[in-house]
């Protein structure tokens, strides 16, 4: 079985991550059994430089992690944050062991699945990055992105309440209706394409089929650690 | 500040002490800011052996594990289970950085709060240790321990549902009923010595002052950080 490294970026993400993948391996490895694992993280605060010279830094600091997660004895890593991937490739070309990109193990699923219309919801670097459109380039599914007002809507509730594991409400009333609104126009399927997102999104608050990326990514991770 | 290591036993304790130090460091560092902080965990079932070469087993695993997270830069190092403290001597000689003493630390709350008569939890192997007696030793406080009928009660809960995020409604009540009982025997306070009891134990649940020790472990570690 070989060890996980975790890229953490934000706690609440690694942690729902770390969590999902040692109750998950028990179905696969037996009772109380998983795959050995690392975390590292940065102050979150560190990954907020939203400057211009945001995509060198989030470079640097995934490099870095990933470096202390390899020192560690780490085999291959994920990063339980979407947003991030957006430096995925040359990340890659830094870094010495293998890292599973997130929207790529989504994008399988959908396949499998054969979504055909499916909602993107993420923070804003996620809506306006190429992290999802290259992972689905190669698929007939269509990706739908929220409008404008909504992307602000949806980004603010992530990085204002549930990055620090903050579940209101309204929070839930706003992302039921914005769902619904989708559902109704023939999306069949949404990606909630943030770590935290599950958070907030369950299957019983819309009738959307759900691609958890975090799940998704837990479970290629348990897939990985075991080939 | 420094960078904090947790040596994690279960991933829901560790998940917990993690998450609880990232939203508590707010508080001080302020916004999306905390310490750079490393986890590392083997497989829970290693930690498992509880054969008679466990305390033997247990010392191995951390030292490895304190020695993985030093080699990601922790300059500090906590332990969020409470039972692996069984071996805290025999670790710190063979590791290079300052491992933080869990039942120390709840001591020097109980001795600040002038706490007279504290009920302890945990598991069966913190109820036949000295982890806890040992740091209270200095103390003019008595430590009561629960029946053992009790232990075996709340060893069970703990081992069986509460390492793999399972909270049950029979659990709390069965907790309830304990806690009330010695309330009523003149016991002033009560030591959650095991990292997953929060999940079950909480002001709610009882008229008991509460020693968590997930969070005063966390407190301190944020304190040692700073320092």
Redesign the interface.
């Known amino acids: 079985m070989k060890h996980i490294g975790i890229a953490?970026v934000t706690?609440?993400g690694?942690?729902i991550t770390?969590?999902y993948?040692?109750?998950a391996s028990?179905q696969v490895?037996?009772?109380?059994?998983?795959?050995?694992?690392?975390?590292?993280?940065?102050?979150?605060?560190e990954h907020?430089n939203f400057g211009p010279e945001r995509l060198k830094k989030w470079q640097d600091l995934l490099v870095r992690s990933i470096n202390?997660?390899e020192?560690?004895?780490a085999q291959l890593v994920i990063c339980p944050s979407n947003t991030p991937h957006e430096v995925y490739e040359q990340v890659c070309k830094k870094i010495n062991i293998p890292w599973l990109n997130i929207a790529d193990e989504v994008a399988k699923v959908a396949e499998q699945k054969q979504y055909k219309k499916i909602l993107l919801l993420g923070t804003q670097f996620t809506f306006n990055s190429a992290v999802y459109p290259n992972a689905f380039e190669h698929l007939a599914a269509e990706i739908v992105i929220p409008t404008d007002e909504e992307q602000v809507l949806v980004h603010s509730l992530i990085v204002d309440e549930l990055?620090?594991?903050v579940v209101s409400e309204s929070a839930k009333q706003a992302m039921q209706g914005l769902l619904s609104k989708y559902a109704q126009q023939g999306v069949d399927s949404v990606i909630l394409g943030c770590t935290e997102l599950p958070l907030i999104i369950d299957e019983a608050l819309t009738q959307l089929a759900i691609l958890d990326s975090t799940k998704i990514l837990g479970d290629a991770a348990i897939k990985a650690a075991t080939n």
């Open positions: 953490a706690a609440e690694a942690a770390y969590k993948i040692c109750s028990e490895f037996g009772k109380h059994t998983h795959p050995e694992i690392s975390i590292h993280g940065f102050s979150f605060s907020m202390k997660l020192a560690t004895g990055v620090s594991g």
